[in-house]
């Protein structure tokens, strides 16, 4: 479905970015990876698939770096065709505690860098009258937590500008939507499990249970494979006038 169409996807060599890049990938689309750790095997996986990949080590927080990499796209394979803005980093502390250079770089990777890569993108897609700008957001786009002021802060922004990028493409070919993921077991969450086992004293097993009670309903992990299948059909021609849309995909978490 997407044979010959470019996707770029920001922290993608690990988690729902890679992910999502592999959902992308196996219905044809070349990938443009993003993000740190072990770049290789993420390059791999996405070979696999049968498609052209490329990477780029943009440092998601510096707007110059973004320009580099947006760049680096375009010389490589013509046109970014699908957007997926979902490098994000999570701190945990009351607002009192927040560290300040904390607050500063949540709002930087998860918030000020989709606008970066949005804006930089748009040009190519407006001119093209196609594309697909996709914004993980989450289900703290939509509802809040104790201790989570940044990232909060960040998750409702970046649910508002996908609406202003939706409004201001709603005559084209281009949609931007956001999807609003509960718990999904990544390395981001799986910290956030650790520090509840060690200070509880739980198993892995009792503090996922624990992290699950408290929010999900469903008491199920959301997995990366089940967000691909929601990007997917975003970039389908199903999606054509889904536009500024919030999905939770969420156990029903915001539905309380
Ligand atoms: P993760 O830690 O597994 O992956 C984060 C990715 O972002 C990695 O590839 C990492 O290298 C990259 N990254 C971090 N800082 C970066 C920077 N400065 N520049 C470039 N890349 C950077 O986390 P994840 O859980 O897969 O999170 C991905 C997105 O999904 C985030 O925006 C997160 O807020 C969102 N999300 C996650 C959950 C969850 O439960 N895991 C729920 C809702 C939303």
Redesign the pocket.
């Known amino acids: 479905m997407l044979k010959g169409k470019t996707a770029l996807v920001?922290?993608?060599?690990?988690?729902?970015?890679?992910?999502l890049a592999k959902a992308l990938a196996a219905e044809g689309a070349n990938l443009v990876l993003?993000?740190?750790?072990d770049v290789a095997a993420?390059q791999a996986q996405i070979q696999a698939l049968g498609v052209q990949v490329a990477y780029h080590?943009?440092?998601?927080?510096?707007p110059a770096e973004i320009e580099a990499m947006m760049g680096f796209a375009a010389e490589r394979f013509g046109r970014v065709d699908i957007l997926v803005n979902?490098?994000?980093?999570?701190h945990v502390a009351k607002i009192e505690d927040f560290p300040v250079e904390r607050w500063d770089?949540v709002i930087?990777?998860?918030l000020s860098?989709a606008f970066h890569a949005t804006r930089l993108a748009l040009p190519a897609m407006k001119a093209a009258n196609w594309g697909r700008i996709i914004n993980?957001?989450?289900?703290?786009g939509l509802v809040a937590s104790a201790e989570k002021a940044a990232?909060v802060a960040a998750?409702h922004g970046i649910v508002g500008l996908t609406k202003v990028t939706a409004l201001e493409t709603a005559t084209t070919g281009v949609t931007c939507n956001a999807i609003?993921?509960?718990?999904?077991?990544?390395?981001?969450?799986q910290k956030q499990v650790d520090a509840r086992a060690q200070a509880l004293g739980l198993s892995n097993e009792e503090a996922k249970r624990l992290l699950l009670g408290e929010k999900e309903p469903s008491m199920q992990?959301?997995t990366?494979e089940e967000l691909g299948a929601l990007a997917v059909f975003f970039c389908s021609a199903a999606g054509n006038n889904v536009r500024g849309a919030a999905w939770n995909m969420d156990g029903g978490w915001a539905a309380q």
């Open positions: 920001t922290g993608s060599t690990s988690g729902i970015g890679l992910g993003n993000g740190f750790g993420a080590g943009a440092d998601m927080s510096r979902n490098a994000g980093i999570q770089a930087a990777i998860n860098s993980v957001a989450s289900v703290h990232y998750k609003c993921p509960g718990w999904v077991l990544t390395p981001l969450v992990f959301t990366p």
